[in-house]
């Protein structure tokens, strides 16, 4: 029985196909790590392992202008992830745990209009708000910019995982007279955590990743890491570029297997 | 919820704090891979300024940014002659006196009284050079003293040719090509022009500035637009380029550092034009870029290999170089005209 | 702020006492700052640009207040070189709308063909292999963007790995030119936002009732026809969401056609970014192009969401 809904199931060139997927997903992200290490100025030609361009990375005249876009890119990523999630915690708590109420559609459509306003409508936008309004142009207009598109990436995890759990315990709270700050304290933000986690993550991630708004909204000698690459990029792909991306490859690939366990965490404590 | 909001209070604070953490800053907005890092690195040693540079790949782009991101926010510029007259005219531009620079004699005197300057109020000389292309001998043997190679290209070099992203620039240079004035307001010189570009970009791989020495370096083209400067840099890493001096003519061009309105920290700025002019300054400039210093005294520390280097030597025959011109707003916008149907 | 308090006030006597929750009395407290947010950082600057594309254009960045549909006309009336032809349709434009909509469409298909056995395959793996198969997708779509597309270029490129490779290996004499091509920017497009469309199909395809494909087989259904006539149609949702989180961002992509495609030929993202950062300067019309673009996927978006209201409602 197994074996024949396992055969019908099967479909010929399929796990082919997936391994195709994964061969073109992964290629150039490896072929980039492996020519990171290449002991040569020259990109393309092999001349054996080391660890220069990882050296001059740290040490090299470009070093000084990369630390400052990371701790930039970082700052940035880290205030707009935890400002969005915090709102996207509320909205969630409000569009899940409150009463339908007239313009309930209209406030999940504003929720996720940053993810249909195409990147490129929102950078220009937003670089025309804040010119007409004469916003100086720096950190903050980076970070404002940032939070917006954040919030919807930050709601859909914490708004599902708040979808799955069931109201009997604010409900049995309430009736042990908790206040509604008490049951949300105890009750129920431990156990949208898992959610909440994974919002900040996902925002933490998307707010890194960003290089079209950034570029359009940073001011005057401010740089993220995107941007820095980008300006480094437009002159040719250097070995110090490979090493830097393979760092971000890296950095990437932690935090979503960080993200991937806390979702694990949180399915198993259902 | 306080917590939260104790959180965000810190990091906003964090945050100003770090904008202001030094207390002297100059940010300058200048040509990519146009100075080294351990000069900025020097000055900010020898007076305690930080200097924080952004940068661009066009005359035009530094124009457009600039109005983007709002006057106020970068103390210095580089553009070169033409946009000078531009910004000028667009109020960008602050005045200094001659006396509040200590090094403003050592100005040759050929950059000292320009067109785009009279008598440098605005800006401080910083390098000139000139506008042409290179092509990688290995993959030509031909003539090369013509403009032909860029844009009506011998069969060898069809499809690998990189051109400047630079409407001001590649806009003269075809001009000159097809022997029209630059700013022309003959319907069909316009019309020719338009049709002579569409016509050669089937030719071209690429449209790229940044970009403009690797492309050549790296071997992804065989000919490409180059400055002279940034040229020789190519040579260094790939010897069979060959810098060109075409007969139809070439472009030249002096860059100068001005002082833009409303700089955040004046002082700071012209401290810094001051270094520029300091010969030994100009000279690592020189010696970096490849280009050629409007500064005097800087013989004695510039590389020797400069001085004989085929890209920073016309052949006696050449002619000589053309500046690019300012035309009026209304000329202007056909030329953007061209320049946008060229691209689209 | 008083009157959000006096109003929240009144719906907490309202309650209609079958059950209370605990953001009773402080729901539209909770959505203010998500309002506010969005409506002060994106409402209204796109409302804004609305504007400034009725206006007339400053010399290089920048506009005049004065009312102009002077963007909107250069966008779609070619008036010749010099403005005094009798006006014709203008195909530049347009043009490069098809060009990136053509673009954006083969992305689409592309994606959808490698991505749906993909998420199939995943999808009918036994629960453990899944979550790592499923792991191995997502790694990509968080590394930053820009690196991916970096990592294509050098891919790519005349003396790049695959064209050496190739060269020594003796299979080609000359270098494959695949770097600044529209091949190059499809390549970039599809290599983007591939794991956009294995995701949600995978997430409807997780969720499909094999039973119905079994009861087809039962019917002599051959496999192919089941896939066709069962399957796809089944998990329909997740493909609509899947093409169109590939297109969108597809229509108005940047670094695509910048890094791969030798910014030779405009895209539409790369033309609003000519108008504001590069040389062209001309704000009015960066912003008409942005509002005729986010017009275009409004309208995308009206008709996915009203075939899903149909659906929903043939369903019941």
């Known amino acids: 029985m197994v074996n ?37 100025p020259s990109i393309t030609v092999w001349k054996g392992f080391s660890f220069v361009w990882y050296e001059e ?17 970082l700052l940035i990523a880290v205030c707009a992830a935890i400002t969005s999630t915090a709102i996207a915690t509320a909205s ?57 598109f954040c919030i919807p990436f930050a709601y859909l995890p914490i708004a599902a995982r708040l979808q799955g759990i069931a109201n009997v315990y604010e409900q049995v709270a309430r009736d042990l007279y908790a206040t509604p700050g008490q049951t949300f304290r105890l009750i129920l933000f431990p156990m949208m955590l898992p959610g909440i986690l994974s919002g900040f993550l996902l925002a933490f991630i998307i707010s890194l990743d960003d290089f079209i708004i950034t570029n359009f909204v940073k001011g005057a000698g401010v740089e993220t890491l995107p941007t820095a690459i980008f300006g480094a990029v437009k002159q040719g792909i250097k070995p110090n570029i490979m090493a830097i991306s393979t760092l971000m490859l890296v950095a990437s690939f932690l935090l979503v297997t960080v993200a991937y366990f806390i979702s694990r965490m949180g399915d198993q404590s259902k | 919820m306080r917590k939260f909001a104790t959180l965000m209070g810190a990091a906003a604070m964090t945050m100003s704090f770090a904008q202001a953490a030094s207390a002297e800053k100059l940010t300058i907005y ?148 097809m022997g029209i004035p630059q700013c022309s307001n003959d319907r069909s010189q316009l019309k020719k022009l338009s049709a002579m570009l569409e016509g050669a970009k089937e030719n071209w791989a690429s449209f790229n500035s940044d970009g403009a ?132 | 702020m ?65 009312f102009s549909l002077e963007a909107y006309d250069q966008f779609f009336f070619d008036r010749g070189l010099f403005g005094d032809e009798p006006p014709s349709i203008e195909w530049t434009y347009i043009g490069i709308f098809w060009r990136s909509f053509v673009q954006a469409l083969f992305a689409m298909i592309f ?86 469309m294995v995701l949600p199909i995978y997430a409807s395809i997780e969720r499909y009732n094999f039973a119905l494909s079994e009861a087809a087989a039962d019917l002599y259904s051959s496999r192919w026809m089941t896939l066709f006539k069962i399957v796809i149609p089944s998990v329909r949702p997740g493909i609509i969401a899947g093409c169109i989180l590939v297109f969108i961002p597809s229509l108005g992509a940047f670094l695509a056609p910048d890094l791969l495609g030798g910014a030779k030929n405009f895209m539409i993202g790369s033309l609003v970014e000519e108008q504001f950062k590069g040389q062209a300067g001309d704000w009015p019309f960066g912003a008409a192009v942005s509002m005729i673009l986010l017009s275009i996927i409004m309208v995308i978006l009206l008709f996915y969401a009203r075939a899903q209201i149909r659906q929903n409602d043939g369903g019941h």
């Open chain 1, 4 to 40: 024949a809904s396992e055969r019908i199931r099967w479909y010929p060139g399929f796990r082919e196909i997936a391994l195709l997927c994964l061969v073109i997903l992964y290629a150039p992200l490896i072929i980039v790590m492996i020519y990171s290490f290449n002991d040569s």
């Open chain 1, 57 to 73: 990375v740290f040490t090299g005249p470009e070093a000084e202008r990369f630390k400052q876009a990371t701790v930039n890119s």
């Open chain 1, 92 to 148: 969630a708590l409000a569009m899940i745990r409150g009463r339908r109420f007239r313009g309930q559609a209209i406030t999940f459509g504003l929720i996720n209009l940053p993810l249909m306003v195409p990147e490129i409508v929102t950078a220009v936008a937003t670089l025309i708000f804040f010119a007409s309004i004469g916003f100086d142009r720096g950190i903050l207009s980076i970070l404002l910019a940032h939070i917006v």
């Open chain 2, 30 to 177: 200048h040509w990519f891979e146009y100075i080294p890092q351990e000069l900025l690195n020097e000055f900010t040693a020898e007076t305690g300024i930080e200097v924080v540079m952004d940068t661009y790949d066009s005359n035009e782009a530094l124009l457009a940014n600039l109005k983007a991101t709002g006057m106020g926010s970068y103390d210095i510029a580089f553009p070169s002659d033409y946009m000078i007259n531009i910004m000028r005219d667009e109020g960008m531009l602050d005045t200094f006196k001659s006396s509040e620079l200590n090094n403003f004699d050592n100005i040759q005197e050929q950059w000292l009284n320009v067109s785009f300057d009279m008598g440098r109020q605005s800006s401080v000389p910083y390098q000139w050079g000139s506008t042409s292309f290179m092509v990688d001998r290995e993959a030509y043997s031909g003539d090369i003293r013509t403009s032909d190679i860029i844009f009506n290209p011998p069969e060898e070099l069809k499809g690998k040719i990189n051109v400047l992203d630079t409407a001001g620039e590649t806009l003269a240079f075809a001009s000159l090509y």
């Open chain 2, 213 to 344: 020495k690797d492309v050549l370096a790296s071997g992804d083209v065989a000919a490409g637009m180059i400055w002279n400067g940034f040229g020789a840099k190519a040579r260094a890493e790939r010897a069979s380029l060959e810098y060109s001096y075409p007969k139809e003519g070439y472009l030249v061009w002096a860059d100068s550092a001005v002082l833009l309105k409303d700089a955040p920290n004046r002082d700071a700025a012209l401290k810094f034009m001051d270094f520029l002019l300091e010969p030994e300054v100009a000279a690592a400039i020189t010696n970096y870029a490849r280009y050629t210093a409007g500064v005097k005294g800087v013989e004695e520390f510039l590389d020797k290999e400069l001085v004989t280097s085929p890209e920073n030597n016309p052949p006696a025959d050449a002619p000589a170089g053309t500046f690019v011109e300012v035309c009026a707003p209304e000329t202007q916008a056909l030329y953007d005209a061209i320049w946008t149907q060229l691209k689209k």
């Open chain 3, 2 to 66: 008083a009157g959000i308090i006096k109003k929240t006030g009144d719906s907490a006597k309202s309650a209609d006492g079958t059950q209370t929750s605990i953001v009773d009395g402080r729901q539209h407290l909770l959505l203010l700052p998500a309002w506010l947010i969005i409506g002060v950082l994106l409402v209204i600057p796109v409302l804004l640009m609305l504007t400034y594309s009725f206006l007339v254009q400053d010399f290089r960045g920048g506009v005049i207040w004065e």
């Open chain 3, 111 to 196: 994606c959808f063909l490698i991505g749906f056995p993909t998420a199939y395959f995943i999808a009918t793996r036994p629960q453990k292999s899944r979550a790592f198969w499923l792991f191995l997708v997502t790694i990509p779509y968080w590394v930053n963007l820009l690196i991916r597309t970096v990592s294509m270029k050098f891919l790519i490129r005349d003396n790049g790995p695959i064209n050496t490779w190739l060269l020594s290996g003796g299979i080609i004499d000359e270098p494959i030119g695949m770097i600044n091509t529209s091949f190059a920017i499809q390549l970039g497009l599809f290599y983007s936002y591939l794991p956009f």
